[in-house]
């Protein structure tokens, strides 16, 4: 692996405990310039892993609250009237930043999830008739509540369909739970201060050099395969969109080069091929009865796909 790459892997790692494929796929997902959707119970520590890692780039930091009173303009910015000076000045909103942490999108109306979701696809946001562009690195991580629904305002599919990875945070094995405890109670292995292991511009260039990365042809039908496939299988409702192929490409792309490869394998492509589905896909009234998850299905079809040599 890339040794920065490595070395930034170690160092999150000390920090969010017992996540380690989590922490992979947020920086995979980081690097092929897609967004995260986070779902976990709330006290999994889903707000310092996104802090660590804006903390471990050296980028900002911003979080917001979603709730139900919140106007897009809270998110984008808005333009007020200076009395002292006679102007009128911009201020722009939280969404200008490098990390942003959406917490429970699922909490707002439509209107204001709009807001986000546009000027994630559209990298820029336009105030009061005036266009802003985001910062070049610009990675959203918006988080749900999996267990707590009553109040909320489900994100529709085509919204979901913008994420690249859905991860799920569970609870870490019981061992690594203690070390968390330990960590926080004893304060051993704590580190307040996270000092960044690579610059915001180091970034940049690595992630330029992912365009490096090539996907053989029997790859690319791989792949295309797999999300034809969900499209094919009588245990999925609704299949995959033509941007989720594009994602499994991307991400596949990312994974070889955090792995120090200058080609994509078809494990790449398993690897990622799951955070990048769960939220496509809509399975069968019939499968759902049966209780069986969108993973368990995922995993089903991509291993029954002939792996190219
Ligand atoms: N895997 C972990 N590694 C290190 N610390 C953790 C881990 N899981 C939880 N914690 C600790 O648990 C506490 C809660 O974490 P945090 O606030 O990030 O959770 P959250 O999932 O964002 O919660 P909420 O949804 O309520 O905002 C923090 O003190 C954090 O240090």
Redesign the pocket.
């Known amino acids: 692996m890339n040794n920065q790459i490595e070395q930034l892997l170690k160092q999150y790692e000390q ?5 380690s494929m989590n922490l992979r796929l947020l920086l995979c997902a980081l690097f092929s310039g897609g967004h995260v959707l986070l779902e ?10 996104v802090r660590t890692l804006a903390q471990l780039l050296g980028g900002n930091f911003n979080r917001i609250q979603f709730t139900p009173d919140l106007l897009p303009s809270d998110i984008t910015g808005s333009m007020i009237y200076n009395l002292h000076e006679n102007v009128f000045e911009t201020i722009k909103g939280p969404i200008f930043t490098n990390i942003l942490l959406a ?2 999108i699922n909490r707002t109306p439509a209107k204001t999830q709009a807001a986000l979701l546009e000027a994630m696809e559209e990298k820029q946001v336009t105030i009061q008739g005036e266009t802003y562009q985001l910062p070049d690195v610009f990675f959203v991580v918006a ?1 749900q ?1 999996p267990i707590e629904f009553e109040g909320t305002y489900p994100l529709p599919e085509a919204q979901q369909d913008r994420f690249l990875f859905k991860l799920i ?1 569970d609870f ?1 094995p019981f061992d ?2 203690k070390n ?1 405890l330990k ?2 109670l004893l304060k051993t292995n704590m580190k307040e201060n996270t000092e960044p292991l690579v610059n915001l511009e180091q970034f940049i260039q690595m992630q330029q050099a992912i365009h490096e990365v090539t996907i053989s042809d029997q790859v690319l039908d791989y792949m295309m395969r797999i999300v034809y496939e969900t499209r094919q299988s009588e245990r999925i409702r609704y299949g995959a969109s033509t941007r989720a192929a594009i994602a499994i490409g991307k991400a596949a792309r990312a994974w070889a080069f955090m792995e120090q490869r200058d080609y994509v394998t078809p494990d790449d492509v398993k690897i990622v091929a799951k955070p990048a589905l769960r939220h496509r896909i809509h399975l069968a009234p019939h499968i759902e009865l049966e209780g069986a998850s969108v993973d368990y299905v995922i995993e089903e079809l991509v291993g029954s796909i002939p792996v190219p040599r």
């Open positions: 920090h969010i405990i017992g996540q976990g119970v709330p006290g999994t520590g889903k707000t310092k892993t917490d429970e988080t509540n945070i870490p690594d739970e968390v960590q926080n």
